[in-house]
């Protein structure tokens, strides 16, 4: 097996879920000189990852699980009880969707705790690096302890990587978060991550819980707060771009977070902002600016429909939209609660038809929308014929179309840009009619 060089101790260690966080963590981890065994319960997510065939599109890692396979640090099964004899760290990386109530569903995770408990026979440190809430790694002790009586360590590590950058971030993280309840714990992650740059922070097991839901949700709270600002700037004449960079440059504040648009989706902003509203009632108590938080969210949406609506002569019904782009974000192929995808349906519930264009989220949007939108082969023809184009996602590719043919193509030149992405004088010089967020 090729050790990669600088690695301080290699381990074993298992990760359970191979989706966005368990692949990236697995073979992340693979790459910093561990022997990692990814595990799904998905057998052809399995199939096709052993065949080198990357289910996900995410920068960078289709080149590092190739790497790290040929090197023979990264194996895929679906057999937890083939890979728990070696293993002495086991992440637990499953999805934890929102359950019907806003609670996060801990099914997944407690499914793996007992089968953890069922096979276990050694000491481990079993992390949850899901996204789960406060007192979760109590119950999946228990759900363990249920099974096998050994010594073992339940801790949390919290990810925090960025769909589109999740292989840089890994590798230079802002911090990593970890909450154990013991020094050998403690000492046992520490081994894990020697290599990772980035602060390591230790802490309770219960604060580690909640710094992930914390942090997300003071996220979501910023570009909401962003967002009421760019309802005053359309009021007021004043330009969102300008108000936030002259926000963000308080290194109080600082800049990031603060893009107006048709607001924030993905797979964790929404069901974690629910989740961490649903455990503060729980404990008794109101969390008021997070009910907020999620009211602006989804008004931005309606704003921007009704403005496509009011320019394009009060009524949407019969209308040919060109969405550009379905991704929840740029450099990324997921949709989970993708503003773009929401934006689609309401259209074609207010009965216009869409024809819609993304670099990578296309397969999985078709299996999301009705069957009656299009999915032209490229931006050009999605513009095509269109009564206007409507900006969804912020693929900087869209930025160096030509947008001179792209003005030929349209039925009739406008553009609703729901990202500012693109520049409002260079628009009007082209003779678009073109609208934004707050400017
Ligand atoms: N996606 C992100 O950007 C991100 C960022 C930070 C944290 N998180 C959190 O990480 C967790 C995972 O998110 P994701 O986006 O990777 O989810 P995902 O849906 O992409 O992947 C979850 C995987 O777990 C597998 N799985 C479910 N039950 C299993 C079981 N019993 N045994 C083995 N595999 C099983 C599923 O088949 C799936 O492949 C969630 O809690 C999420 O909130 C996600």
Same mark, same amino acid.
């Given at each position: 097996?090729?050790?990669?060089?600088?690695?301080?101790?290699?381990?074993?260690?298992?990760?359970?879920?191979?989706?966005?966080?368990?692949?990236?963590?697995?073979?992340?981890?693979?790459?910093?000189?561990?022997?990692?065994?990814?595990?799904?319960?998905?057998? &052809?997510?399995?199939?096709?990852?052993?065949?080198?065939?990357?289910?996900?599109?995410?920068?960078? *890692? &289709?080149?590092?699980? /190739?790497?790290?396979?040929?090197?023979?640090?990264?194996?895929?099964?679906?057999? *937890?009880?083939?890979?728990?004899?070696?293993?002495?760290?086991?992440?637990?990386?499953?999805?934890?969707?929102?359950?019907?109530?806003?609670?996060?569903?801990?099914?997944?995770? !407690?499914?793996?705790?007992?089968?953890?408990?069922?096979?276990? %026979?050694?000491? #481990?440190?079993?992390?949850?690096?899901?996204?789960?809430?406060?007192?979760?790694? /109590?119950?999946?002790?228990?759900?363990?302890?249920?099974?096998?009586?050994? =010594?073992?360590?339940?801790?949390?590590?919290?990810?925090? $990587?960025?769909?589109?950058?999740?292989? =840089?971030?890994?590798?230079?993280?802002?911090?990593?978060?970890?909450?154990?309840?013991?020094?050998?714990?403690? %000492? +046992?992650? $520490?081994?894990?991550?020697?290599?990772?740059?980035?602060?390591?922070?230790?802490?309770?097991?219960?604060?580690?819980?909640?710094?992930?839901?914390?942090?997300?949700? !003071?996220? @979501?709270? /910023?570009?909401?707060?962003?967002?009421?600002?760019?309802?005053?700037?359309?009021?007021?004449? @004043?330009?969102?771009?300008?108000?936030?960079?002259?926000?963000?440059? %308080?290194?109080?504040i600082g800049p990031k977070f603060l893009k107006a648009g048709i607001g924030w989706g993905g797979s964790c902003f929404p069901k974690d902002v629910i989740a961490l509203d649903q455990m503060a009632g729980d404990g008794g108590y109101d969390f008021r600016l997070l009910k907020a938080v999620v009211e602006v969210n989804s008004n931005q949406r309606g704003h921007f429909i009704k403005r496509i609506s009011d320019q394009l002569g009060g009524t949407l019904a019969g209308k040919t939209l060109a969405a550009f782009g379905l991704a929840f974000k740029n450099n990324t192929d997921d949709i989970r609660e993708s503003a773009a995808i929401d934006i689609i349906e309401? *259209? +074609?519930?207010?009965?216009?038809?869409?024809?819609?264009?993304?670099?990578?989220?296309?397969?999985?949007?078709?299996?999301?929308?009705?069957?009656?939108?299009?999915?032209?082969? =490229?931006?050009?023809?999605?513009?095509?014929?269109?009564?206007?184009?409507?900006?969804?996602?912020?693929?900087? &590719?869209?930025?160096?179309?030509?947008? #001179?043919?792209?003005?030929? $193509? *349209?039925?009739?030149?406008?553009? !609703? %840009?729901?990202?500012?992405?693109?520049?409002?004088?260079?628009?009007? &010089?082209?003779?678009?009619?073109?609208?934004? +967020?707050?400017?």
């Amino acid at each position: 097996m090729d050790q990669a060089p600088g690695i301080y101790k290699q381990m074993h260690l298992t990760v359970v879920g191979t989706g966005y966080v368990g692949l990236v963590t697995g073979t992340c981890l693979a790459d910093a000189g561990h022997s990692v065994t990814c595990i799904d319960i998905d057998q &052809e997510k399995i199939s096709r990852l052993n065949k080198g065939d990357i289910p996900i599109y995410e920068p960078g *890692l &289709e080149q590092l699980v /190739k790497h790290n396979v040929a090197a023979g640090r990264l194996k895929f099964t679906t057999s *937890l009880a083939e890979a728990l004899p070696a293993t002495e760290v086991l992440f637990i990386a499953v999805g934890t969707p929102s359950a019907a109530d806003g609670r996060a569903d801990l099914r997944y995770v !407690f499914t793996v705790a007992d089968d953890i408990g069922k096979h276990l %026979d050694h000491y #481990i440190v079993v992390v949850d690096k899901s996204t789960v809430p406060v007192g979760t790694a /109590k119950q999946v002790t228990e759900r363990i302890q249920r099974h096998y009586q050994g =010594d073992f360590d339940v801790a949390s590590c919290p990810e925090f $990587l960025r769909e589109g950058s999740a292989v =840089d971030d890994f590798f230079a993280p802002d911090r990593i978060v970890l909450g154990v309840r013991n020094d050998k714990a403690g %000492d +046992i992650l $520490l081994d894990v991550f020697k290599t990772i740059k980035g602060q390591k922070v230790l802490t309770t097991i219960e604060s580690a819980e909640l710094i992930k839901y914390a942090s997300n949700a !003071f996220l @979501a709270t /910023k570009i909401s707060f962003i967002n009421e600002i760019a309802q005053i700037c359309e009021r007021s004449g @004043a330009d969102i771009e300008e108000v936030a960079y002259g926000i963000g440059l %308080d290194n109080r504040i600082g800049p990031k977070f603060l893009k107006a648009g048709i607001g924030w989706g993905g797979s964790c902003f929404p069901k974690d902002v629910i989740a961490l509203d649903q455990m503060a009632g729980d404990g008794g108590y109101d969390f008021r600016l997070l009910k907020a938080v999620v009211e602006v969210n989804s008004n931005q949406r309606g704003h921007f429909i009704k403005r496509i609506s009011d320019q394009l002569g009060g009524t949407l019904a019969g209308k040919t939209l060109a969405a550009f782009g379905l991704a929840f974000k740029n450099n990324t192929d997921d949709i989970r609660e993708s503003a773009a995808i929401d934006i689609i349906e309401q *259209l +074609i519930a207010a009965g216009a038809t869409v024809k819609a264009f993304d670099y990578k989220a296309t397969d999985n949007a078709r299996a999301a929308l009705p069957t009656s939108v299009l999915y032209p082969a =490229d931006p050009y023809e999605t513009a095509r014929q269109a009564d206007a184009l409507l900006v969804l996602t912020e693929w900087k &590719e869209f930025k160096e179309l030509d947008w #001179i043919k792209l003005k030929s $193509l *349209l039925r009739q030149p406008v553009v !609703f %840009d729901g990202r500012n992405l693109l520049k409002p004088a260079t628009m009007r &010089e082209l003779g678009y009619s073109y609208y934004s +967020i707050g400017r």
